[in-house]
């Protein structure tokens, strides 16, 4: 549905993403101006800022600063997500530039924008020819997720189309945006800054090695041979970056060169980052803005922008933004790096003041249509059209409940297969399509092998897989360590020397469970064989849902060899620690193992349900079902559906919930615990928290969106606030299999039946 007019459509909050000063950078600058001038022009629109910090640094913001964000912490780009879905913002507005955001070439901004509920616009302060393959998947993302991208150049919208297929109309072209100031003579601000007498040529912004500042000082010689009274300055600070690594060891660099060049009287370097006004000051007492970047690959220029907008003669190497400059006749372009070029060129505009007149004119005049009101104008209406356009979720959708999606699937292994290879299952997809640059890992091996047991239809097939997955899983036990490896690159190169406690305790559970599954006499030999090797290993970790990972391989084990001594052992330990972690931890309003819930929860209970089976142990057994059957309560929603504890909820320490992103994981855990409970209890109220959870997949949930396709058996990575993450990761697909398995070979199951409400339809195609 859409929204009747867009005229209609009135924006009342924008959540502002970006970098604020203090922050001594060109980003944190324009941000500050984009907020000031869309309060300015919309006094009624409220504006909340979102301030990222780089690392190790803590600035002392001004009240304008909603909250700040830390470039690597994941936790404060969740926490941003939901301020920013509570304040009832109607768009977001991010302003992007490498290097400013955590992750592979800042993939953790794609965290927070896939977790908030408004449109969102994102201005591209640099669009890249040939991007990396880091940097390419972060703009794909961004162009997935954004109702608009903004680019200051048309040079940024060529580069788009041409090199990641951007759709013409979700691009929009807005200039920089520039001070709305009066076009006045150089005198009166070159006598405020002792420049009287001189005419001055003048570089300004963060001082860098990619500037071309050395460039100028090698042009000087033959500027002042011709022009005495010539004064290059050079205005700002170092690069806070540069000054990290090395000091001042640039600047005193260029000094040298111009004490070389005999030009030190003709070059004022003024070190600082100036507030605004003082700036733009200096900027009016210059003749020539000049701007000798090395690289062509900048496509907009906020310095270059200004000293058009204060009609100045530009004289610049020709990277993108002056180009285009150049175009509309307000930029003389040299060659880069040529010095003697940018000689000439400087001493023709000295030697007329005619000529050098009309240049500074004809920047001016150009100037008036990029004022920041009218850059404020801009993006207010571009906002107006994408709220205009954000589809209208339909209430009646949330009301599916589970029992109308009690139609059964049995597993099937075309999805499985599509990310399989010779070498395992691959971890994560674009979309459906394996994405090999993120490889293998043994967590999803285990899956997938565990799976193969499973599958009733073809056999044959699943057999053959099997043998795939299990031979990854011996390879990555690393007896030298007592330890799994976990993550391995494409080219089958393990990525470390053993990986984390889940995946130990993961790698335990499935080699247990082929002990006892497998269908294969060999298998089953080998497996027995690795579990003996291995499962002592785990009893020095620390992490509960290793034991209780663990802990249901053992089980499983025993299920096949009741005296197994090392699976009794495991099974004994391991539910001794749960029980006591739980007793431990709980509280009145807070029946739990730990202070918060987080991912694959519904195996703490179950582990700790079939432990207590083992061992006859009733306190045991009545403890951990009212354990799940909280979880229950927190994982059902107010429509009485199945809904996924949201990995936004990850280490908030007793707090109900929160329900996004819901991961098939969790639907998966809580189907296998229910039925475990059904079958030792024979309460059907399991065997209706085990149609919940499996209805989530078929589109029982809060969106009312199927996660699954099942005429593919293939699963989505993730329901978020307003859609689905369409990707299909190993993970995943896997979970909604085994979830299919469980609940088929449940119903199939003479001693679990049917509940008398329910109408099941088993789907084999």
């Given at each position: 549905?859409?929204?009747?007019?867009?005229?209609?459509?009135?924006?009342?909050?924008?959540?502002?993403?970006?970098?604020?000063?203090?922050?001594?950078?060109?980003?944190?600058?324009?941000?500050?101006?984009?907020?000031?001038?869309?309060?300015?022009?919309?006094?009624?629109?409220?504006?909340?800022?979102?301030?990222?910090?780089?690392?190790?640094?803590?600035?002392?913001?001004?009240?304008?600063?909603?909250?700040?964000?830390?470039?690597?912490?994941?936790?404060?780009?969740?926490?941003?997500?939901?301020?920013?879905?509570?304040?009832?913002?109607?768009?977001?507005?991010?302003?992007?530039?490498?290097?400013?955001?955590?992750?592979?070439?800042?993939?953790?901004?794609?965290?927070?924008?896939?977790?908030?509920?408004?449109?969102?616009?994102?201005?591209?302060?640099?669009?890249?020819?040939?991007?990396?393959?880091?940097?390419?998947?972060?703009?794909?993302?961004?162009?997935?997720?954004?109702?608009?991208?903004?680019?200051?150049?048309?040079?940024?919208?060529?580069?788009?189309?041409?090199?990641?297929?951007?759709?013409?109309?979700?691009?929009?072209?807005?200039?920089?945006?520039?001070?709305?100031?009066?076009?006045?003579?150089?005198?009166?601000?070159?006598?405020?800054?002792?420049?009287?007498?001189?005419?001055?040529?003048?570089?300004?912004?963060?001082?860098?090695?990619?500037?071309?500042?050395?460039?100028?000082?090698?042009?000087?010689?033959?500027?002042?041979?011709?022009?005495?009274?010539?004064?290059?300055?050079?205005?700002?600070?170092?690069?806070?970056?540069?000054?990290?690594?090395?000091?001042?060891?640039?600047?005193?660099?260029?000094?040298?060169?111009?004490?070389?060049?005999?030009?030190?009287?003709?070059?004022?370097?003024?070190?600082?980052?100036?507030?605004?006004?003082?700036?733009?000051?200096?900027?009016?007492?210059?003749?020539?803005?000049?701007?000798?970047?090395?690289?062509?690959?900048?496509?907009?220029?906020?310095?270059?922008?200004?000293?058009?907008?204060?009609?100045?003669?530009?004289?610049?190497?020709?990277?993108?933004?002056?180009?285009?400059?150049?175009?509309?006749?307000?930029?003389?372009?040299?060659?880069?790096?040529?010095?003697?070029?940018?000689?000439?060129?400087?001493?023709?505009?000295?030697?007329?003041?005619?000529?050098?007149?009309?240049?500074?004119?004809?920047?001016?005049?150009?100037?008036?249509?990029?004022?920041?009101?009218?850059?404020?104008?801009?993006?207010?209406?571009?906002?107006?059209?994408?709220?205009?356009?954000?589809?209208?979720?339909?209430?009646?959708?949330?009301?599916?409940?589970?029992?109308?999606?009690?139609?059964?699937?049995?597993?099937?292994?075309?999805?499985?297969?599509?990310?399989?290879?010779?070498?395992?299952?691959?971890?994560?997809?674009?979309?459906?399509?394996?994405?090999?640059?993120?490889?293998?890992?043994?967590?999803?091996?285990?899956?997938?092998?565990?799976?193969?047991?499973?599958?009733?239809?073809?056999?044959?097939?699943?057999?053959?897989?099997?043998?795939?997955?299990?031979?990854?899983?011996?390879?990555?036990?690393?007896?030298?360590?007592?330890?799994?490896?976990?993550?391995?690159a494409f080219d089958r190169s393990w990525l470390e020397e053993e990986g984390s406690e889940d995946s130990f305790g993961r790698s335990v559970w499935t080699i247990g469970v082929t002990v006892a599954e497998a269908r294969q006499r060999d298998l089953r030999h080998w497996a027995l064989a690795l579990f003996d090797q291995v499962a002592a290993n785990s009893l020095d970790l620390n992490a509960p849902r290793t034991w209780a990972f663990a802990l249901l391989g053992a089980d499983a084990v025993l299920s096949a060899h009741p005296d197994h001594p090392i699976a009794r052992h495991l099974v004994t330990e391991y539910a001794g620690r749960l029980h006591a972690l739980l007793k431990r931890e709980r509280r009145d309003d807070w029946n739990w193992f730990e202070p918060s819930l987080a991912y694959d929860n519904a195996r703490l209970p179950e582990a700790l349900l079939r432990g207590a089976v083992f061992l006859g142990d009733d306190a045991m057994r009545a403890d951990a079902l009212a354990a799940f059957d909280w979880l229950d309560?927190?994982?059902?929603?107010?429509?009485?559906?199945?809904?996924?504890?949201?990995?936004?909820?990850?280490?908030?320490?007793?707090?109900?919930?929160?329900?996004?992103?819901?991961?098939?994981?969790?639907?998966?855990?809580?189907?296998?615990?229910?039925?475990?409970?059904?079958?030792?209890?024979?309460?059907?109220?399991?065997?209706?928290?085990?149609?919940?959870?499996?209805?989530?997949?078929?589109?029982?949930?809060?969106?009312?969106?199927?996660?699954?396709?099942?005429?593919?058996?293939?699963?989505?990575?993730?329901?978020?606030?307003?859609?689905?993450?369409?990707?299909?990761?190993?993970?995943?697909?896997?979970?909604?299999?085994?979830?299919?398995?469980?609940?088929?070979?449940?119903?199939?199951?003479?001693?679990?039946?049917?509940?008398?409400?329910?109408?099941?339809?088993?789907?084999?195609?």
């Amino acid at each position: 549905m859409m929204a009747a007019s867009d005229k209609a459509v009135s924006i009342k909050r924008v959540a502002l993403i970006g970098n604020s000063p203090p922050r001594l950078c060109g980003i944190a600058t324009f941000t500050r101006d984009v907020a000031q001038a869309l309060n300015a022009a919309f006094p009624d629109i409220a504006l909340d800022l979102y301030a990222m910090n780089d690392p190790g640094s803590a600035h002392k913001y001004g009240p304008e600063v909603t909250c700040s964000i830390d470039q690597d912490d994941l936790r404060d780009y969740l926490q941003a997500a939901r301020r920013i879905n509570e304040s009832g913002a109607d768009i977001v507005l991010v302003q992007h530039e490498y290097g400013i955001f955590g992750g592979p070439a800042g993939a953790l901004l794609l965290r927070l924008l896939d977790r908030v509920d408004a449109p969102v616009l994102v201005t591209l302060h640099t669009v890249l020819e040939t991007p990396n393959a880091d940097q390419r998947a972060v703009i794909e993302g961004l162009v997935r997720r954004a109702s608009k991208l903004i680019v200051m150049a048309e040079k940024g919208r060529d580069i788009l189309r041409r090199v990641h297929g951007v759709a013409n109309d979700k691009i929009a072209v807005v200039p920089h945006g520039v001070p709305d100031r009066a076009f006045e003579p150089s005198e009166p601000f070159k006598r405020r800054f002792g420049f009287a007498g001189h005419r001055v040529l003048l570089t300004f912004g963060l001082l860098s090695p990619n500037k071309g500042i050395e460039t100028m000082i090698r042009a000087l010689p033959t500027i002042v041979a011709a022009n005495p009274d010539v004064l290059y300055v050079v205005l700002g600070a170092t690069h806070p970056h540069l000054v990290a690594r090395e000091g001042e060891a640039y600047r005193e660099s260029l000094i040298a060169l111009a004490e070389a060049q005999g030009v030190s009287a003709n070059v004022r370097f003024i070190d600082g980052f100036l507030e605004q006004q003082t700036l733009l000051d200096y900027l009016q007492s210059s003749d020539i803005y000049v701007t000798p970047y090395l690289s062509e690959t900048q496509i907009t220029s906020g310095t270059l922008s200004y000293s058009v907008a204060l009609g100045k003669a530009v004289v610049s190497s020709p990277y993108w933004h002056a180009v285009e400059l150049a175009e509309q006749n307000v930029v003389t372009l040299v060659p880069f790096g040529d010095d003697a070029g940018f000689a000439s060129a400087i001493n023709n505009l000295l030697a007329d003041p005619d000529l050098l007149s009309q240049a500074g004119k004809r920047a001016y005049a150009l100037g008036r249509g990029m004022i920041w009101e009218k850059l404020a104008a801009s993006y207010l209406e571009i906002a107006r059209q994408a709220v205009a356009k954000k589809p209208v979720r339909l209430a009646q959708t949330r009301g599916l409940s589970a029992a109308a999606t009690r139609e059964l699937h049995r597993p099937r292994l075309e999805a499985i297969e599509g990310m399989s290879d010779g070498c395992g299952i691959i971890q994560h997809s674009i979309f459906a399509v394996p994405d090999r640059q993120h490889g293998y890992c043994v967590d999803d091996n285990c899956r997938a092998l565990m799976l193969m047991h499973r599958v009733d239809d073809h056999q044959v097939r699943a057999d053959e897989l099997a043998r795939i997955y299990a031979s990854f899983v011996q390879h990555a036990w690393n007896g030298s360590r007592g330890r799994f490896r976990n993550f391995m690159a494409f080219d089958r190169s393990w990525l470390e020397e053993e990986g984390s406690e889940d995946s130990f305790g993961r790698s335990v559970w499935t080699i247990g469970v082929t002990v006892a599954e497998a269908r294969q006499r060999d298998l089953r030999h080998w497996a027995l064989a690795l579990f003996d090797q291995v499962a002592a290993n785990s009893l020095d970790l620390n992490a509960p849902r290793t034991w209780a990972f663990a802990l249901l391989g053992a089980d499983a084990v025993l299920s096949a060899h009741p005296d197994h001594p090392i699976a009794r052992h495991l099974v004994t330990e391991y539910a001794g620690r749960l029980h006591a972690l739980l007793k431990r931890e709980r509280r009145d309003d807070w029946n739990w193992f730990e202070p918060s819930l987080a991912y694959d929860n519904a195996r703490l209970p179950e582990a700790l349900l079939r432990g207590a089976v083992f061992l006859g142990d009733d306190a045991m057994r009545a403890d951990a079902l009212a354990a799940f059957d909280w979880l229950d309560g927190m994982q059902t929603n107010e429509s009485d559906q199945f809904r996924a504890v949201g990995t936004d909820s990850f280490g908030r320490p007793y707090e109900k919930p929160l329900p996004f992103d819901q991961q098939p994981l969790e639907a998966w855990a809580t189907v296998d615990a229910a039925i475990y409970a059904h079958g030792i209890t024979g309460d059907d109220r399991w065997l209706e928290t085990a149609w919940r959870a499996y209805a989530w997949y078929l589109g029982a949930n809060d969106l009312g969106i199927p996660i699954a396709t099942p005429a593919t058996g293939g699963c989505y990575d993730g329901l978020m606030s307003d859609r689905v993450n369409l990707n299909q990761g190993a993970e995943s697909i896997l979970a909604y299999q085994f979830a299919c398995a469980t609940m088929t070979r449940a119903m199939a199951a003479r001693a679990v039946g049917t509940p008398k409400t329910a109408k099941t339809r088993l789907v084999t195609g």
